[in-house]
């Protein structure tokens, strides 16, 4: 089993940052990648980025691209997304989440994810 807990959430006026960090614990031995999935209100979870565990590799959705960085602490079993230039569209629901095999990017659910911490921008 993997445990992932995520914390840095809050409330931002538009414009502004937010750093996220996800720290995974149990099971990480076998971890392709770990990043981040948000939902909000009344729409589908969406993918926002990962990086991938052994090289380092990221990817972003287009939304984000240029402004979300995405990164990680192999030592510390953490990962991090430092989010610049927030827009109110930006408001959801972050999920930080591990997988063993790549599914977050093609829009299948991640192995494991955490309970979520609250962004919202405010305009």
């Known amino acids: 089993q993997v445990r992932l807990v995520e914390s840095g959430g809050g409330l931002v006026q538009a414009g502004g940052s937010l750093r996220l960090s996800c720290a995974a614990s149990?099971?990480?031995?076998?971890?392709?990648?770990m990043g981040w999935l948000r939902q909000a209100p009344g729409k589908e979870r969406e993918f926002v980025a990962h990086i991938t565990w052994s090289t380092g590799s990221t990817m972003y959705a287009d939304s984000v691209k240029g402004r979300f960085a995405i990164s990680r602490d192999i030592a510390k079993n953490t990962v991090y997304l430092q989010m610049n230039s927030l827009k109110p569209e930006d408001t959801a629901v972050y999920y930080c989440?591990?997988?063993?095999?790549?599914?977050?990017?093609?829009?299948?659910?991640?192995?494991?994810w955490g309970q979520g911490t609250q962004v919202t921008v405010s305009s």
């Open positions: 989440a591990l997988e063993w095999t790549r599914k977050m990017s093609r829009g299948l659910e991640p192995d494991y």
């Open positions: 149990g099971r990480t031995f076998s971890t392709y990648a």
